[in-house]
């Protein structure tokens, strides 16, 4: 579920400024939507192996 709301809501940043944007902005946000999503999985991961569920 977080995965699926970083994904949206960096898709719709992008959508709504991405006219503006050139090849220097497009590409900080593709590695600010990849650090995004590694921090979501990593957190998942951690949770998962300490036996939580994630909420």
Do not use: C, D, H, K
Not at 13 to 23: H, N, S, T
Not at 24 to 41: D, M, R
């Amino acid at each position: 579920m977080n995965l699926l709301l970083v994904i949206g809501v960096f898709a719709l940043l992008l959508v709504a400024f991405g006219g503006g944007m050139g090849g220097v902005e497009v590409g900080i946000w593709a590695v600010a939507q990849l650090a995004a999503i590694i921090s979501v999985i990593l957190r998942y991961m951690r949770q998962r192996r300490l036996g939580q569920t994630p909420s």
